[in-house]
């Protein structure tokens, strides 16, 4: 005649384990009542009390949290890259301007390029380039 194991659920381990330490009820009466030995209680209590600061630890960020903290950085790295391409596009436009080919250039492709620069930029960019022009 075997034995068949029993599998106790986590809700009910802590639920022993409280028993005893809490309710202050004997280990072997614990242990007797639920029909497991001292030295498996003694092994719950040891995981219980090694992982016990996990239920202090704030809960995993939902996933609408996360994509928006995504979508804040995203806008951060775009706002920068703007920044960078305005202020590249502003010393473009005073080296031709101080070369003197800014003068021969200045017909279609250049008006174009600061045009699209002006129309595409966000407001900072858009500002820069119509200082400069």
Request: aromatic share 8%; charged share 35%.
């Amino acid at each position: 005649m075997t034995k068949e194991r029993r599998r106790f659920e986590a809700v009910e381990k802590v639920k022993i384990i409280r028993e005893h330490l809490l309710e202050g009820k004997p280990l072997s009466e614990v242990c007797e009542k639920y029909g497991i030995a001292p030295t498996q209680f003694y092994q719950w209590q040891k995981m219980f009390f090694e992982n016990g600061a996990i239920a202090f630890e704030p809960k995993k960020a939902s996933r609408e949290y996360e994509l928006e903290n995504k979508v804040k950085q995203l806008d951060k790295k775009l706002a920068k890259k703007d920044e960078v391409i305005a202020e590249l596009a502003e010393h473009n436009i005073q080296l031709k301007k101080n070369s003197g080919l800014g003068q021969t250039m200045r017909g279609q492709s250049l008006m174009y390029a600061t045009r699209w620069l002006i129309m595409c930029g966000d407001g900072r960019t858009r500002r820069r380039l119509e200082r400069v022009l």
